[in-house]
């Protein structure tokens, strides 16, 4: 088994919990019968890749093959074979469940498909290319395997005078890199596989493998899979659990992954998937968090020019998950809430990913040119787990500040298996930073009209100023997305735009009208992957978000799986591009 990966040939081996052969290649087929993928086309494309990244695989010296030898062998007979065999995978961490279906991974497009066919018009002022982020696992996984541990993959719709084109490209991490050097596997999943007892041996052989040099942490681990935000010239590719990577849309609308970015060397932590940009300053707003050590929270922010201010660090208790917060036109709303991580509960066989029930939640309101945490003012908000925050902002008349988000139970549905429903609710929640106290209400009063309502946003241009509409996406069958919401978040009133029979997406993107020639919020349009499952085909379809009514749909040369977060990138702004590597940190 070892012995065919030192040799340079494709690595094998079998985990009874997934019950198949696994073979790491550069993609493989993914669950769904109607996708038709060839597997030689699939070998034959990374033996390529792999000439095309200077050569095959990594080059190890005679310590290091042996140290790899073994450390296979124990990764295959004691990990695999025995720690993970005795503990049956929960839904949640199920390759065959995470990946199945749309879920599963395609294949990178190296070449940029053009003049693509399009349904009704396009309209004029959609200039510039929208891509969307998402989890693409390169190798088919060794053991269990959660949608947010993919490796990072932006689709790239363009525009330009009509036509349009689509590619999709990998965002080359660290690990992605250095994994595709190898031809298998090496960098633990951390929702997947660091569970219990054989998380703690995965985390122990990834630390053995480094001290051999066969892999290298030091320039980060993370996926780059979440988040896109465009700022100071940059396309940046998000995970929270690294860096940002520099992302370039090329002249032609291909991608080209710069490097991983820290700003000039002045960011030194992790960031964020949801920084937040001020539409009117053009300031970036960011959070960092460590599960590991203190301080487990920073609070920062960066010039429109990408100046970085000091570090605030916010003391708290313990490490908490904070993927995403908000913002206002003076403040930092900061969520501590109930989902924390818990390194020890692993000796016990337990996901280290834990609702701490006896945790009240709170949000702090933090100045948001702050200098230290002592300026921070503390809200108890009780039972609230937000996993996204739409918007907030401040109420001039009650001195409150009012929070937009869809608060979720049961808290850590998306990462630990139960048998309780998921609800996720749209909620205003107002803070009252004089007396300490909070309200929380659902904007949809109806309690059967109630929505799971996830992943999607306000008119951006308008972030942290009170604002009328929100557009979600409708969660439902949870976890696949049937349609669109547009929320009326001062009546409650709801506007659906439903994909049809079979056909299901993810997160609505507001593009607004440039210029705007009404002045009003819902001038724009919507935008939306679409993939019909019985078809295996995917389309881009373009809403009026004023009248909701469908102005065009694009069909895309190939199937997009569902992912996460997009931004859309001006014809304006692709002009201006930084192009270069000035602040990349990525190793060569």
């Not at 520099?246 to 998937?273: C, E, W």
């Not at 409650?492 to 009208?513: N, Q, R, S, T």
Request: negative net charge; aromatic residues 10%.
């Amino acid at each position: 088994m070892a012995r065919s990966l030192l040799l340079g040939t494709t690595f094998t081996s079998f985990n009874p919990r997934i019950n198949k052969k696994i073979t790491c290649i550069s993609t493989y087929p993914p669950t769904n019968p109607t996708t038709n993928v060839d597997v030689d086309e699939i070998q034959q494309d990374h033996r390529l890749r792999r000439r095309q990244n200077g050569g095959g695989m990594k080059k190890f010296n005679l310590v290091q093959r042996v140290a790899s030898e073994a450390l296979n062998k124990i990764e295959h007979t004691f990990i695999a074979n025995f720690l993970e065999t005795h503990r049956p995978l929960p839904k949640t961490v199920d390759p065959k469940v995470q990946i199945a279906g749309n879920y599963a991974p395609v294949q990178e497009q190296t070449t940029v498909h053009y003049n693509l066919p399009v349904s009704g018009f396009i309209p004029d002022a959609i200039q510039g290319v929208y891509v969307r982020n998402g989890a693409n696992p390169l190798f088919q996984p060794v053991a269990g395997h959660h949608l947010f541990d993919g490796d990072g993959m932006i689709h790239a719709v363009c525009f330009k005078n009509g036509a349009v084109s689509y590619t999709c490209r990998f965002t080359e991490t660290e690990r992605l890199v250095q994994e595709r050097a190898i031809g298998r596997p090496m960098f633990p999943k951390p929702i997947g596989e660091l569970h219990g007892h054989s998380g703690i041996a995965r985390l122990l052989l990834f630390y053995a493998r480094g001290l051999f040099g066969l892999v290298d942490g030091a320039n980060g681990i993370g996926a780059a899979n979440a988040g896109l935000i465009y700022f100071n010239n940059c396309l940046l590719a998000m995970s929270e659990d690294d860096l940002p990577y520099h992302v370039t849309i090329t002249p032609d609308g291909n991608l080209k992954t710069t490097g991983r970015y820290d700003f000039n060397g002045q960011l030194q932590s992790t960031m964020i998937a949801h920084p937040k940009l001020d539409p009117v300053t053009r300031q970036l707003f960011a959070l960092s968090y460590d599960v590991i050590n203190k301080p487990y929270l920073r609070y920062f922010w960066f010039t429109a020019q990408g100046k970085k201010s000091p570090d605030v660090v916010i003391p708290i208790k313990d490490p908490t998950m904070m993927h995403d917060f908000a913002i206002t036109e003076n403040f930092a709303v900061v969520p501590d809430q109930q989902m924390v991580f818990k390194l020890e509960e692993m000796i016990h066989g337990r996901s280290p990913v834990v609702h701490d029930k006896g945790k009240i939640s709170r949000f702090g309101i933090l100045p948001k040119y702050a200098t230290d945490a002592s300026e921070m003012t503390w809200v108890d908000v009780p039972d609230c787990f937000c996993f996204h925050f739409w918007n907030a902002w401040e109420d001039n008349e009650t001195g409150e500040i009012v929070v937009i988000a869809s608060c979720m139970t049961p808290p850590d549905s998306i990462f630990n298996e139960t048998d309780e429903r998921l609800a996720s609710v749209l909620s205003e929640i107002r803070l009252d930073p004089s007396t300490g106290r909070s309200t929380r209400n659902p904007i949809i009063k109806e309690q059967h009209k109630q929505l799971n309502l996830e992943v999607g946003m306000v008119n951006r241009d308008r972030l942290g100023r009170k604002t009328r509409f929100a557009y979600l996406a409708i969660a439902e069958p949870w976890p696949r997305v049937s349609g669109f919401a547009k929320v009326d978040l001062l009546t409650g009133e709801v506007v659906k735009f439903m994909y049809g029979d079979g056909k299901y997406g993810g997160e609505p993107f507001f593009l607004p009208a440039t210029p705007s020639s009404s002045n009003q919020e819902d001038d724009g349009h919507l935008m939306a992957l679409v993939t019909d499952e019985n078809k295996s085909e995917s389309k881009l379809l373009i809403v009026n978000a004023a009248s909701m009514e469908l102005e065009a749909s694009v069909q895309l040369p190939s199937r997009v799986p569902y992912g996460f977060h997009g931004t859309f990138v001006s014809s304006d702004q692709l002009e201006s591009q930084n192009t270069t590597d000035i602040n990349s940190t990525l190793s060569s």
